[in-house]
């Protein structure tokens, strides 16, 4: 692709991560949904993405770290589009100005007129001459590589920090969907109040997420497997620096509430399904996707619990921003999911 050409350029607008990605080149960038901005003027932004992460802590400014995408919805839209437009110009780099592209972005649309209102003027104020928003268990679809063009039922369950949409599709569009507000962060902070009262340590967001990705596991953990790791954070009595250890049967601990408890909203979207649907789905079975899925074990505990097949691709958290691409660089797919109505140009 010359400098000047065009192309179309996929973006999941997360809660968590913003991942983008470019026809002809994949997924260029993924960074975390946050800015860093003045204290006494949020306006006033130092950073946005992993820099805004990095400069926390290290700037002698008084700042706060704004996760402008919340709970899948926009919670700020001025922040949001410059959350959306620089890292779009970063992934695109200098020369390739976001107007000669055609964006479609995904993200969990929100429930209500107003979120759906907010995310609309983000895309529009990310500066790009022909944007779409695109459902994300559509592009979730897409994105797996799956034939969403099909008459018969598809089920996704997508999974993202703070959201799990589960979808329904049939040709191009979506039958039955419901959205919940709960997601993978739900297990960080289980994790964090788990080793507050178990072990007396104050621990951040990230490194209960750490100990998510390395250690937890819905599988059964076989006796005599289990390693001790260190923690550092704050000593839950006295305030001052401390450790702990924990083991991967604590974090399983930790974690299994609240995983149960995501399993158990998926299981009653699943019980809603139409019935003229609910064959399909037996037969096919249930497709993750989202970061979220990515958790050792997900997928076996959800299928023996919906006695269903179900199965997940190689990089699950690219699959959104892959599907929203191929949307926005096949003119065909763009037309027939606009048809539909799950892809909104704005
Ligand atoms: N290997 C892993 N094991 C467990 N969880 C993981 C793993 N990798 C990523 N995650 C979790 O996936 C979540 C992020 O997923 P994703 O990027 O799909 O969310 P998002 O799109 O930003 O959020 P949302 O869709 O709710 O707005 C995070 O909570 C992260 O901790
Ligand atoms: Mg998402």
New binding site residues.
């Given amino acids: 692709m010359g400098v000047f050409s065009t192309g179309g350029v996929g973006i999941?607008?997360?809660?968590?991560?913003?991942?983008i990605c470019l026809e002809n080149e994949g997924i260029v960038l993924?960074e975390p949904?946050y800015v860093l901005s003045m204290r006494e003027d949020d306006r006033d932004v130092l950073g946005v993405g992993r820099d805004a992460r990095q400069m926390l802590g290290r700037t002698p400014k008084d700042v706060v770290l704004l996760s402008p995408?919340m709970?899948?919805a926009v919670a700020d839209v001025y922040l949001a589009t410059l959350l959306l437009k620089s890292l779009a110009e970063k992934a695109l780099g200098k020369r390739r100005a976001l107007e000669k592209n055609r964006l479609v972005v995904s993200?969990?649309t929100g429930a209500t007129r107003v979120e759906h209102a907010a995310a609309e003027a983000a895309v529009r104020g990310a500066g790009a001459k022909r944007a779409a928003l695109l459902r994300?268990s559509v592009a979730a679809a897409l994105g797996a590589g799956l034939s969403i063009d099909e008459p018969k039922g598809m089920m996704v369950v997508?999974?993202?920090?703070?959201?799990?949409?589960v979808a329904v599709l049939s040709m191009n569009g979506v039958v039955a969907a419901r959205t919940t507000r709960t997601?993978?962060?739900a297990?960080?902070e289980a994790i964090m109040r788990a080793v507050r009262r178990e072990k007396g340590l104050i621990i951040g967001q990230r490194t209960a997420?750490d100990l998510?990705?390395d250690l937890?596991t819905a599988l059964e953990i076989p006796m005599g497997s289990v390693e001790n790791v260190t923690l550092r954070g704050r000593d839950a009595r006295t305030g001052r620096p401390g450790m702990a250890e924990v083991n991967a049967l604590d974090i399983q601990r930790a974690i299994l509430p609240a995983l149960d408890n995501l399993l158990e909203s998926i299981r009653e979207a699943f019980e809603n399904t139409p019935a003229e649907l609910a064959e399909d789905i037996l037969k096919n079975g249930i497709r993750l996707?989202?970061?979220?899925?990515?958790?050792?074990g997900?997928k076996e505990r959800l299928s023996a619990l919906l006695n269903v097949p179900v199965t997940i691709g190689e990089n699950?958290?690219d699959e959104?921003a892959l599907g929203a691409c191929i949307a926005a660089s096949d003119e065909k797919i763009f037309q027939k999911l606009a048809a539909t109505g799950c892809l909104l140009e704005v």
């Fill in positions: 999941d607008l997360g809660s968590a991560n913003v991942t993924r949904s995408v709970d899948g993200m969990s994300g997508l999974i993202g920090g703070s959201t799990t949409e997601g993978s962060l297990l960080d997420e998510k990705v937890g996707s989202g970061g979220g899925a990515l958790l050792e997900l699950p958290q959104v």
